[in-house]
């Protein structure tokens, strides 16, 4: 039996062979996927099981913090430094963290394959384990949901777990992001403003002694609204100096070898792959982005505060790491949906750990007592949008990639199947007469990588309803009657936090939520505001679409919208006078 391993593996299926597909990854044919996906042999996927799910996370964590405190002693070593175990923790963990579990799931995808017993042969390509290396976190994230990455790991997980395999010539190549020199008369502009606010902000960085904000995902006006108010000249750019990545030193990666120990067969190849993978920015050129850190952002801020530049940002992460081991308080505010709610989230662990206050969007936890409630940054101070009872059904969905890439409770990898069946369900079990109010609204993140929705709604029929306009969600909110939202992220807290008629439905076997949250969901449960089945949902739209004022404004809904809000999605009038009280009296 032949193991295919991604799609790339696929462009050679012989369906007259016997061939096994290692997951639902491997179909980018929506014919195949929405259809007779039952004529392919599949693998069954790990975790399917999320029983084991949940208890894979706790050993990642357990592998995660043993993996870190080696590096620690390691990096420390190559720079000749001494920083702290949080030090690293905030340059290096988003990374860590996120390649082991990748790598994990990977291995695990492999070996569930080789414990079928009947694999025979399996294809490696040509490939250089040296140009896997990416140049920073935002490379390594712009690769690892591709075919190619995923290819050269899986190939590299079979090595590991000695299934047959046959090398071909064909040479695997992942595509690095171009550079381009635009000569267009609007990136000229917006590159020369780029660098005037570069000089202002440097400049400035000498003088700034208060709060700094960088990345508070929010508009550009209310972060300097929001600096006037605490009285200081506003810091308004988040400065990633451009850098040509050094090339590879193999010796001084060489030097990984010596601390990685363990008799653990997944263990052995993350020692061994995490020098051939680690970014370039923490080995080679952490010395260069560190200078850079140092001499572009404050010198001496009172605190710190961002809601995003924790995970990606190399030169913000140095810079935080610097000035948090002088005792500078860092504030990481949430940016989305999700925190506080669900039942595994290993970014919210990571942001906690690394700030000294995470910033909650009304949510405590009395297990973590640096977590804090404040008025959202984000959803506060918008201006209301008042539905139109006229307008449509705005049906916003969501996009994942392919291959499970980030822990957290919800659909990972061939999983989100469901989800995509579930808003053709939903779709067939509106009424003709308002289906031709729907409006589609996609999620184009990851597009490339992610399942091919736009074919899965043309397979169902839906096609015409895809929005095409290049309106804000905000905007095609205000030309509607009702949101359908349709996953558990940070759409249904804004159309909830603006008071905008919602109808909310998801699978909640693949949407866990933890103990403490589960009263709040049961309130929309009653309120008739939260469905787990789409025709639930569908049957819902049916009778209040008709009248959507009546149904939103009753008692029931707003109290339940209120009691919810103030837990998931706390607004205010006065979130500024509130933040800036917080933010002044740091110490």
Not at 418 to 429: A, C, G, P, V, W
């Amino acid at each position: 039996m032949r193991l295919i391993k991604t799609a790339i593996d696929f462009g050679d299926y012989d369906e007259n062979q016997d061939n096994v597909l290692l997951g639902d990854w491997c179909l980018k044919n929506v014919a195949d996927i929405l259809g007779d996906i039952t004529k392919y042999n599949k693998i069954p996927y790990h975790w399917d099981d999320r029983e084991k799910y949940a208890r894979d996370y706790l050993y990642l964590n357990k592998v995660y913090e043993e993996t870190l405190l080696q590096l620690v002693l390691l990096l420390n070593e190559i720079h000749s430094t001494n920083h702290n175990l949080r030090y690293w923790r905030i340059v290096i963990g988003p990374w860590l963290r996120y390649f082991i579990d990748v790598l994990f799931d990977r291995y695990e995808c492999v070996k569930q394959a080789k414990e079928i017993g009947r694999i025979t042969k399996s294809t490696i390509y040509s490939y250089d384990l040296d140009d896997v290396c990416p140049a920073s976190f935002d490379e390594f994230w712009s690769e690892f949901t591709t075919d190619e990455w995923n290819e050269i790991v899986f190939s590299e997980c079979l090595l590991e777990l000695s299934i047959p395999y046959s090398l071909c010539n064909d040479t695997l190549v992942i595509n690095k992001p171009a550079t381009t020199n635009s000569l267009n008369f609007f990136d000229i502009l917006k590159d020369k403003l780029k660098s005037l606010g570069n000089i202002y902000s440097k400049l400035l960085g000498r003088l700034q002694t208060g709060p700094v904000i960088i990345n508070a995902y929010t508009s550009f006006y209310k972060v300097i609204k929001f600096q006037l108010q605490l009285k200081q000249l506003p810091y308004l750019f988040n400065l990633k100096p451009g850098f040509v990545a050094s090339k590879k030193d193999l010796l001084l990666r060489e030097k990984f070898s010596k601390i990685f120990v363990s008799s653990d067969q997944f263990e052995c190849l993350l020692a061994r792959l995490i020098p051939l993978f680690m970014p370039k920015s923490y080995i080679e050129d952490f010395l260069k982005l560190r200078r850079n850190a140092l001499n572009t952002l404050p010198k001496n801020p009172k605190s710190i505060f961002t809601a995003n530049a924790y995970l990606a940002d190399e030169v913000f992460k140095i810079w935080a790491a610097e000035k948090t081991s002088q005792g500078i308080p860092l504030i990481i505010g949430q940016h989305g949906g999700n925190f506080g709610m669900v039942y595994l989230h290993q970014s919210e662990e990571h942001q906690v750990k690394i700030a000294d206050n995470f910033a909650s969007w009304g949510w405590e936890d009395k297990m973590k007592d640096k977590i804090i409630s404040l008025p959202s940054f984000q959803l506060s101070g918008r201006a209301p949008i008042n539905p139109n009872f006229n307008g449509s059904i705005l049906h916003v969905l969501s996009s994942l990639p392919r291959y499970f890439y980030q822990y957290y409770s919800m659909p990972v990898s061939g999983q989100f199947l469901l989800y995509i069946k579930s808003q053709i369900k939903f779709l067939n079990k509106l009424e003709i007469k308002y289906l031709d109010n729907v409006i589609i609204r996609l999620d184009a993140s990851a597009s490339s990588r992610a399942w091919d929705i736009p074919k899965a709604l043309a397979f169902g029929g839906f096609s015409k309803y895809i929005d095409t306009s290049n309106d804000s969600i905000l905007a095609l909110l205000s030309k509607s009657r009702l949101c359908v939202c349709t996953h558990n992220a940070t759409v249904f807290l804004e159309t909830l936090a603006l008071n905008f008629p919602t109808v909310i439905f998801w699978e909640p076997s693949h949407n866990e939520m933890r103990t403490d949250a589960t009263p709040f969901f049961d309130i929309l449960v009653e309120a008739g505001i939260l469905f787990y089945t789409p025709e639930a949902a569908a049957k819902k739209v049916n009778i209040i679409e008709h009248n959507v004022e009546e149904w939103w404004f009753s008692e029931q809904v707003q109290s339940a919208r209120q009691q919810f809000c103030q837990r998931y999605a706390r607004v205010s009038t006065d979130w500024a006078h509130e933040w800036s009280d917080f933010l002044l009296k740091l110490k």
